[in-house]
């Protein structure tokens, strides 16, 4: 179906958005596709939807199916400003919303390193790790929910971490600074993190700076070797 989705092909189910009748199901998966297929008018109606809900001024279920959708398929960087408005309005929606995207996208990659690091503590908050589900051992297992959103919490710093920025670097330290559990449980994160900075910010040295620096090397060497002081021999 992909050779269909032409601007007039667009431009009709967006339409469809506009209905009143349509069901919140209905219209949320045309939202999704039409998202899917990167079209920015329909980005809009989503973030206007977002908006109008932390107004009051729209229905909460459709404002998670837009914020799902947001999260999901969202072009550029200002759909996360509109989607966390919504997620401090309300901690049901944002716990909501979390829960209906955990098994479909990781949006750790779409923001920038403060975001992720703002997001992640939101989500320790909400989703405390000592509440986290154990792990049965030795035995087959159901993955349930909260268990997805364990793993889906802990790729943010694994996001964080693989980047291997300064700004990266510095939102794992901000992190680990807001408790003595996260400073902890960052502890091995944070020594590869700042590993992985120095390896993608070390720049070997250019020919020319090289020649000097082993020049100016050889002249304080033999400087040092003039001033050595010279035992004699009785």
Not at 40 to 47: F, S
Not at 149 to 168: A, M, V
Not at 200 to 210: A, G
Request: aromatic letters at 8%; charged letters at 30%; hydrophobic letters at 40%.
């Amino acid at each position: 179906l992909d050779v269909c989705w032409d601007g007039q092909f667009k431009n009709a189910l967006r339409e469809k958005l506009n209905d009143d009748t349509l069901k919140a199901n209905s219209w949320g998966r045309i939202l999704g596709e039409l998202l899917e297929h990167e079209d920015a008018a329909t980005q809009e109606i989503a973030e206007s939807v977002v908006t109008s809900f932390v107004a009051g001024e729209a229905e909460k279920e459709r404002a998670l199916l837009a914020g799902a959708s947001l999260m999901r398929h969202g072009q550029g960087d200002e759909w996360w400003s509109f989607v966390r408005e919504g997620i401090k309005k309300d901690t049901d929606f944002g716990r909501a919303l979390v829960e209906s995207v955990t098994f479909q996208t990781r949006p750790a990659s779409k923001l920038k390193e403060s975001e992720v690091a703002e997001f992640y503590l939101w989500l320790v908050r909400i989703f405390p790790p000592s509440e986290d589900p154990e792990i049965p051992m030795g035995q087959g297992f159901v993955v349930g929910t909260r268990m997805e959103i364990t793993e889906w919490r802990n790729s943010f710093l694994n996001d964080l971490k693989q980047r291997g920025t300064p700004q990266s670097l510095a939102a794992l330290e901000q992190i680990a600074a807001t408790s003595p559990e996260l400073e902890k449980q960052l502890h091995w994160i944070l020594i590869e993190a700042r590993e992985k900075v120095r390896r993608h910010t070390w720049r070997p040295l250019t020919p020319v700076p090289l020649l000097n620096l082993l020049k100016q090397k050889a002249r304080e060497t033999k400087a040092e070797a003039a001033v050595t002081p010279v035992i004699l021999r009785y």
